[in-house]
Nanobody
Framework: QVQLVESGGGLVQAGGSLRLSCAAS????????MAWFAQAPGKQRELVAG???????NIADSVKGRFTISRDSAKNTVYLQMNSLKPEDTAVYYC???????????????WGQGTQVTVSS
């Protein structure tokens, strides 16, 4: 009943930029946190950046100063602006959102299908 649809991944040279978008749709009463995770081949999925409903952000040290997370609450959309990309940023990037579907219901975690980001050296 809730879908997260990501877009914006692709192939870019080192030093380049990409902007990822993730739009949530379906039965949504409220969205708490929204976040981006990255999973490189053979590695665990790791938090890249998160943003709360009031705009507070948490950025991983490895991307601090290069990546920026933002959200448009009216559109139920979260963005990840990635600048100065490095080959080690190559991964599948997943959108995550903690969503309450109805008033007084519990929040549930939802995931997007993932979008590939490849940075060539």
């Amino acid at each position: 009943q809730v879908q997260l649809v990501e877009s914006g991944g692709g192939l870019v040279q080192a030093g380049g930029s990409l902007r990822l978008s993730c739009a949530a749709s379906g039965r949504i009463f409220s969205i708490n946190t929204m976040a981006w995770f990255a999973q490189a081949p053979g590695k665990q999925r790791e938090l890249v950046a998160g943003i709360t409903s009031d705009g507070s952000t948490n950025i991983a040290d490895s991307v601090k100063g290069r990546f920026t997370i933002s959200r448009d609450s009216a559109k139920n959309t979260v963005y990840l602006q990635m600048n100065s990309l490095k080959p080690e940023d190559t991964a599948v990037y997943y959108c995550n959102a903690r969503i309450r579907g109805r008033p007084w219901s519990t929040e549930n975690d939802y995931w997007g299908q993932g979008t590939q980001v490849t940075v060539s050296s």
